[in-house]
T-cell receptor
Framework: KQEVTQIPAALSVPEGENLVLNCSFTDSAIYNLQWFRQDPGKGLTSLLLIQSSQREQTSGRLNASLDKSSGRSTLYIAASQPGDSATYLC???????????FGSGTQLTVLP | GAVVSQHPSWVICKSGTSVKIECRSL??????MFWYRQFPKQSLMLMATSNEGSKATYEQGVEKDKFLINHASLTLSTLTVTSAHPEDSSFYICSARRPGRAYEQYFGPGTRLTVT
């Protein structure tokens, strides 16, 4: 059964810092991997989707990488802002199940 | 874009009553929708997969008679929590899969259910 782990569970940084969030998964037979953002009491906003054949995706200040063979992904946030404060969730879709398995999330706080 | 709505956004009900939550894909047809449950400070747990025109597939440990799912059209799935109890209080989120989009799911804003 696929398991997704995110480290750290919580992170607090001063505004302007670059930061990296980590995600690891146990079964490398994935179809794709997604990074989401969740604000308190809200639904999920998709940030980036990386297909299994890709190694990275970029959107604005966000860059996500995927190393399928080692079961790892990172989300890089450049020049962090207080508005980036949220919980970031990593999720993978297995080749077989075609459904998302979520990590436990990283709660990010960017201090002004 | 792909927009998914949920109604209601929050609901309070008394123990023993039933509550229906709607999930709609507003600008695309979704043959597959998913229902998740999220407890405070925890991640999303998949409850069931809903396919239009057929019975839902429930995850292990989810009571199908308690959480009734109906996917009657390509744009609407409903989750009914029957005989609700305080332990059913949670944040329920649906998502819809857009055909031909690398299995990408689009999420609704969630429904906060409180059972008193």
């Amino acid at each position: 059964k696929q398991e997704v782990t995110q480290i750290p569970a919580a992170l607090s940084v001063p505004e302007g810092e670059n930061l990296v969030l980590n995600c690891s998964f146990t079964d490398s037979a994935i179809y794709n991997l997604q990074w989401f953002r969740q604000d308190p009491g809200k639904g999920l906003t998709s940030l980036l989707l990386i297909q299994s054949s890709q190694r990275e995706q970029t959107s604005g200040r966000l860059n996500a990488s995927l190393d399928k063979s080692s079961g790892r992904s990172t989300l890089y946030i450049a020049a962090s802002q207080p508005g980036d404060s949220a919980t970031y969730l990593c999720a993978v879709i297995d080749d077989s199940a075609r459904q998302l398995t979520f990590g436990s999330g990283t709660q990010l706080t960017v201090l002004p | 874009g792909a927009v998914v709505s949920q109604h209601p956004s929050w609901v309070i009900c008394k123990s023993g009553t039933s509550v229906k939550i709607e999930c709609r894909s507003l600008d695309f047809q979704a043959t597959t929708m998913f229902w998740y449950r999220q407890f405070p400070k925890q991640s999303l747990m998949l409850m069931a997969t809903s396919n239009e025109g057929s019975k839902a597939t429930y995850e292990q440990g989810v009571e199908k008679d308690k959480f009734l799912i109906n996917h009657a059209s390509l744009t609407l799935s409903t989750l009914t929590v029957t005989s609700a109890h305080p332990e059913d209080s949670s944040f329920y989120i649906c998502s819809a899969r857009r055909p031909g989009r690398a299995y990408e799911q689009y999420f609704g804003p969630g429904t906060r259910l409180t059972v008193t």
